[in-house]
C-alpha cells in the first residue's frame, strides 16, 4: 500500500520560503496561552533543589518550567533553565573544546584538525568560511554515519560537564540511572536544515534523550513511527531542553528551519552574575575550581566576543543519549541478559 509522506510536505512547506510559511501553527512555549489545546505545563518528577544547578549554570530547579504535548507522549520540553552566564558556558564548549580531536568531525573527510576552533582564528582574523564548514561533531560513543552503528573501538571519554548536566536534567523527570554515553553537537546556519529521521542506532532504546538548543531559533518537526503521521512543529529557542522518551524516542523528527531568535539570553548582561565555588555534589565532574572558572571568564565582553560573533548567525544542538543498557559496560558485554 502506498501511503502519503505527510511529514515531506510539512518540510518543504517550512523549509521553502515561497510562500514564506505561516508560524501561527508553531506552538511556542513562549506564547502558550495560544496553544493551549496542543501543550501544556505538567510537574517535575522531582521538585527538590539540586545542589549542582548554580554551578552549571542553571536556574534553581524550583524555576523551571516543564511542558508536554497532547499529541506526542513522551515528549517534554524544559523552557530554558540556563542563566546568561550558562548559555555562555555552554555555547562556548561546543565551539571551542568538543570539535577537538579524538572527537569526529564532519569536515575530517576534507582536512583533519586537531582544533578547529584554534584553526579558525590562525591568522589573527576570524576565517568564517572554516567556521561555516563544521555541522557536527560526536562526544563519547563515536556514531559511524556510514554503517549507523557505534563501536567500542569508537569510544572516548564523555565530557564530565555535559554528563553532569545530562544528569541533573534526567533527575528533574525522573529517569536516576540515565548515563551519558553518546553525543552529536550540531551546528546550524541560517540556511541549515536537517533532513526527516529517527534515532535508532542505541542498544538501549528505552533511555531517554537530551536535546539541549543554543543561538538562534529553530522549527523543530515531530511526527510518528512513520512517514504518513502529520507532524507538530514547535519552535525552540536559545537554552530549550527537549526530552524525547517512551513513545516519542522512535518517531520521525527534523528540523526544516532556522529562525532569528527573538531574544538574546546569552547577551543579558543583567544576568551574567558571577557564580562563586560551592558545596555541589557531582557525580562526574572532579575539577570544581576549573568549572567555577571556566563559567566566570565569559562575563569579560572582549573574551565572550568570538563567540558572540558565532552564535549571532548560528544554532547550535548537543544530542545526549544514553547508548548501553543499565548493566552493561561496553557494547560486547552481554551480562545485561542475566537478570
Ligand atoms: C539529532 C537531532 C535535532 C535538533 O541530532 O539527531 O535530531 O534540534 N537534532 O537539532
Ligand atoms: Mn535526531
Known sequence: MESVDNFKSKFKYYKLNKPKPSLSEVISLVNISNHTDK??????????EDSRTDLLG????KEWELYSFYSHPGLFILKNPFTSLGQRYWIRKCLEKYPRKPNKLNIDIEVLLPDWWAECFDNGACNRPLQKKLRWTTLGYQHNW???????DNRSPFPEELAELSDVVAQY??????RAEAAIVNYYHMDSTLSAHTDHSEVNLEAPLFSFSFGQSAIFLIGGKDKSVEPSAILLDSGDVMIMSKEARLCYHAVP????AQTSPWADKEDLNKISYSDANFK???????????????IDEAVWSPFQDYIQESRINMNVRQVLNERQSSLTDYHFNDT
Do not use: W
Open 146 to 152: 556510514d554503517t549507523k552503528v557505534y563501536t567500542d
Open 173 to 178: 523527570v525522573g529517569y536516576t540511572g540515565f
Open 284 to 298: 562526574y565532574i572532579s575539577d570544581k575550581k576549573q568549572l567555577v572558572s571556566d563559567m566566570n571568564k565569559n
Open 39 to 48: 501543550a501544556t505545563n505538567v510537574n517535575p518528577y522531582k521538585v527538590s
Open 257 to 260: 528551519k532556522i529562525l532569528p
Open 58 to 61: 542553571l536556574r534553581n530547579t
